[in-house]
C-alpha cells in the first residue's frame, strides 16, 4: 500500500521569509510524487511533480521540492513567501510499480503567510 | 480551454434520494477519478477508471457506483445516500498515471 504523511496542520511564516512544507511518503517500489494546491472553493491546481531525474524539482509560481530518496521525503519550499500563497497544500504519490491507483493524497497543509 | 466539469456544484439532497454528479472531461484523457474531501483526512480516492468500461475501487468505495461507457464522462452514483456522505466531491483526470491529474471545482453535497 502507498501512503503520504503532512506531519505539519498549518504553517505560518511572515511575507519575505523563506517556507518550507513537509512531505513524508511510503511505496513498495518507486513513487511519482506530486504537489497540489487549493485555494478557497477551488478544486485542486497542479504545482510540481516529480517523475525522474534530477531530485530538485521547480513548479509554478516559484514554488520548488526536493526529492529524498533516504528520507522518503517530497519537502514543499520557496525561498520568499508571499501573502497570495495562502493556501491548502496536499502531496500526492503514487506507486510506479501500481498500474492501477491515480494518487493518494496526504491530509493537506494549510500554509498562512502574514504580511 | 482544457477542463474538468462536475454538475450539480452544490447539493442538498435527503437520504436514500439516489443521486447522480457527473463528471466530463474535455482533453481525452483515460484516467478518470473521484474523489472526497473531509477536513483532517484530505481526499480519499473513491473510484478509479483506467480507460471505457474500466473501473476500480479506491479506498472508499461504499455506498457508492461509477461507470464509464464513454471516455469524457465518469459520473458517480449515490443509490441511498447516507448523512456520512456528506461531503467535499472532486473528479479528477490524467492522460497517464505519473502525469498530473486535472480537477474540477468540486460539489459539495448534504445528505440530511
Known amino acids: 500500500a502507498q501512503s503520504v504523511a503532512q506531519p505539519e496542520d498549518q504553517v505560518n511564516v511572515a511575507e519575505g521569509n523563506p517556507l518550507t512544507v513537509k512531505c513524508t511518503y511510503s511505496?513498495?517500489?518507486?513513487?511519482?510524487l506530486f504537489w497540489y494546491v487549493q485555494y478557497p472553493n477551488r478544486g485542486l491546481q497542479f504545482l510540481l511533480k516529480y517523475i525522474t531525474g534530477d531530485n530538485l524539482v521547480k513548479g509554478s509560481y516559484g514554488f520548488e521540492a526536493e526529492f529524498n530518496k533516504s528520507q522518503t521525503s517530497f519537502h514543499l519550499k520557496k525561498p520568499s513567501a508571499l501573502v497570495s500563497d495562502s493556501a491548502l497544500y496536499f502531496c500526492a504519490v503514487r506507486d510506479i510499480g501500481n498500474a492501477g491507483n491515480m494518487l493518494t493524497f496526504g491530509g493537506g497543509t494549510r500554509l498562512m503567510v502574514k504580511p | 480551454e482544457a477542463q474538468v466539469t462536475q454538475n450539480p456544484r452544490y447539493l442538498i439532497t435527503v437520504t436514500g434520494k439516489k443521486l447522480t454528479v457527473t463528471c466530463s472531461q474535455n482533453?481525452?484523457?483515460?484516467?478518470m477519478s473521484w474523489y472526497r474531501q473531509d477536513p483532517g483526512l484530505g481526499l480519499r480516492q473513491i473510484y478509479y477508471?483506467?480507460?471505457?468500461?474500466?473501473?476500480d475501487k479506491g479506498d472508499v468505495p461504499e455506498g457508492y457506483k461509477v461507470s464509464r461507457k464513454e471516455k469524457r464522462n465518469f459520473p458517480l452514483i449515490l443509490e441511498s445516500p447516507s448523512p456520512n456522505q456528506t461531503s467535499l466531491y472532486f473528479c479528477?483526470?490524467?492522460?497517464?498515471?505519473?502525469?498530473?491529474?486535472?480537477f474540477g471545482q468540486g460539489t459539495r453535497l448534504t445528505v440530511v
Open positions: 479528477a483526470s490524467s492522460f497517464q498515471g505519473y502525469t498530473e491529474a486535472f
Open positions: 482533453m481525452n484523457h483515460e484516467y
Open positions: 477508471s483506467m480507460n471505457v468500461e474500466v473501473t
Open positions: 511505496v513498495s517500489g518507486n513513487p511519482y
